[in-house]
C-alpha cells in the first residue's frame, strides 16, 4: 500500500489491454491493471477456424494512437516472421485466432498487468484523495489492497440469456460457449440459433457441414450485412462522436435503435459464403432441405419437453404463433452491460440518468472530479462506436491525455467528408 498509482484498471479486455500499453509506451504514468483470469484470453468460446476481424489490421490496440508503437499489429507479425506472408495474403482483416495471438503478445510484455486477482470492491479516501482497490487472488484467496489516483473500469459486457427461457434448461446455452459445449451437439439431430448478428452466423456456417437439422431463427426483419461503406466508416470518427454527445438523450436513442447495420451485422463475404453452401445443399436435396432459416420470428417462451426444448414462437408481422422443438438451443443473443458491485462504495461519486445508467462525459469520466472513467459502457451516451476494436486506442487517447492534462496523443479533426451538423456556408 506504499505505492499510489496515477492509474488502476479493472479488467484486461482489449481495451484496457491497449490502455495499458499506451501508458507503459508513451508516458511515465504509474499504472496497473487487474483481471481474475489467469492470463489474456478474447472470446474462447467463439474463436472458430476461419473467423475474422470485422475491423481491419490497423485498428489494432494502439495504431490509430500511436502508429509507431512496439505494440502495433505489424510489430507483433514482425516478431513472429509472418510479415511478408501477411501482406502477400493481401487481405486486411486478421483471423480471430491471430488477433487473440497478437493480444497476448502484447500482454507478455507489459509489466504492467495482473492477472489472477478479481476486484471486491473500490473505495475513494476523501482527505488522502486516492481510491482503495481491494482484490482477491483466485491463487491463494488471499486479499490485498491496492491505491490509485484514477481508475478506469474495462470490465467489459455481460452474456444476455432472455428470461423467457426455463432456468436450467439442459443444452441451452450463449454463443460465448459455443466452443466449450460443441461436443454436447454431437448428439443432437436439431440445433437451433436464436440471433442475427456475426456470431448467431459463424455458429451456423460452422455446424452446415456436420448434417445437423439446422434452424436460424432471429425477430430482426432480415439477416442484414454490417454496412462497411465509405461513407458509413466516416461514422467511426471523432467528429461523429462529437456530434452525438451533443444531442438529447431522447434522440440519442431513437439513433441508436436504427443504426443495427453500423454495428451489429454480419461481414457479407460469411453471407455469401453460407448462400453458397446452402445453395450447393440444394442441388442435393432441393425438397427437404436440413436447413431453416425464419427472420422477423420472436421467441417467447423455452421450456423443457421431456429430453427436447420446446420453443413458443410468434412472428412479427402476422402475429401467428407456432412452437418448434429442438434438441438444443444456442442463443447468439449478444451482450449487455451491468453495473459491477466493486462499484457499490463509490455510487455517491458516479453520475446516473435517470434509466440507472452512467452518466458519461464527453472525455469518458464518469463522476465529478474525472476520476474514474469507463471502457465500453458509454453507447447511449457516445454511440454506436463504443464497442468498435477499431476504436478503442482513440477513446484511449482521450482518457489520457485528460489524466496527463496535455494533448500528448494527438486527435486527428475534420476526418469525414461529409458534415454531421448540417453547416452551410
Avoid at 490509485?148 to 455481460?158: C, L, N, P, Y
Amino acid at each position: 500500500m506504499n505505492t499510489i498509482y496515477d492509474i488502476a484498471g479493472i479488467g484486461i479486455g482489449p481495451f484496457n489491454l491497449g490502455l495499458a500499453a499506451l501508458a507503459q509506451s508513451r508516458t511515465k504514468l504509474k499504472s496497473i491493471f487487474f483481471d481474475q483470469n489467469d492470463s489474456f484470453n478474447w472470446h474462447p468460446g467463439m474463436l472458430l477456424s476461419g473467423t475474422k476481424l470485422q475491423v481491419p489490421f490497423h485498428a489494432d490496440l494502439v495504431t490509430l494512437a500511436d502508429p509507431r508503437s512496439p505494440f502495433s499489429f505489424l510489430s507483433f507479425l514482425q516478431a513472429k516472421d509472418s510479415l511478408f506472408r501477411f501482406t502477400i495474403r493481401e487481405v486486411h482483416y486478421p483471423f480471430r485466432k491471430q488477433y487473440n495471438a497478437y493480444c497476448r503478445w502484447v500482454a507478455d510484455q507489459l509489466k504492467n498487468l495482473r492477472f489472477n486477482l478479481r476486484c471486491l470492491s473500490i473505495s475513494y479516501d476523501r482527505g488522502k484523495n486516492y481510491y482503495m482497490i481491494q482484490v482477491i487472488s483466485s491463487r491463494t484467496n488471499r486479499k490485498k489492497t491496492y491505491l490509485a489516483r484514477r481508475i478506469v473500469i474495462g470490465v467489459g459486457t455481460k452474456p444476455y440469456m432472455p428470461e423467457c427461457l426455463e432456468p436450467g434448461l439442459k443444452n441451452a446455452f450463449h454463443s460465448e460457449n459455443y466452443l466449450l459445449n460443441k461436443s454436447l451437439l454431437n448428439n443432437c439431430n436439431r440445433i437451433t440459433i436464436i440471433g442475427s448478428g456475426q456470431s448467431a452466423a459463424e455458429i451456423f456456417d460452422d455446424l452446415i457441414s456436420t448434417g445437423k437439422y439446422l434452424y436460424w431463427i432471429t425477430r430482426s426483419v432480415r439477416y442484414f450485412p454490417l454496412d462497411y461503406s465509405k461513407f458509413s466508416l466516416e461514422m467511426t470518427s471523432p467528429d461523429y462522436i462529437d456530434h452525438f454527445y451533443s444531442l438529447t438523450q431522447k434522440v440519442k436513442d431513437n439513433i441508436l435503435a436504427l443504426q443495427s447495420g453500423l454495428y451489429k451485422g454480419i461481414n457479407s463475404e460469411l453471407i455469401n459464403t453460407i448462400y453458397e453452401k446452402l445453395y450447393e445443399s440444394s442441388l442435393d436435396n432441393p425438397v427437404n432441405s436440413k436447413y431453416h432459416l425464419n427472420p422477423n420470428c420472436r421467441l417467447v417462451k423455452a421450456e423443457c419437453d421431456g429430453s427436447k426444448i420446446l420453443c413458443s414462437l410468434e412472428h412479427n408481422e402476422s402475429g401467428q404463433r407456432f412452437q418448434h422443438s429442438t434438441d438444443a438451443l444456442i442463443m447468439a443473443t449478444g451482450y449487455c452491460y451491468r453495473t459491477p458491485t466493486f462499484l457499490d462504495p463509490l455510487k455517491e461519486y458516479i453520475f446516473w440518468d435517470d434509466q440507472g445508467r452512467y452518466s458519461v462525459r464527453r472525455n469518458y469520466s464518469i463522476d465529478l472530479n474525472n476520476t474514474i472513467f469507463i471502457q465500453n459502457g458509454e453507447l447511449h451516451t457516445h454511440g454506436f462506436n463504443a464497442p468498435d476494436l477499431g476504436m478503442g486506442p482513440y477513446r484511449n487517447s482521450i482518457i489520457l491525455n485528460s489524466i496527463l492534462g496535455k494533448e500528448v496523443f494527438r486527435i486527428e479533426k475534420n476526418v469525414p467528408f461529409q458534415d454531421f451538423v448540417g453547416h452551410f456556408d
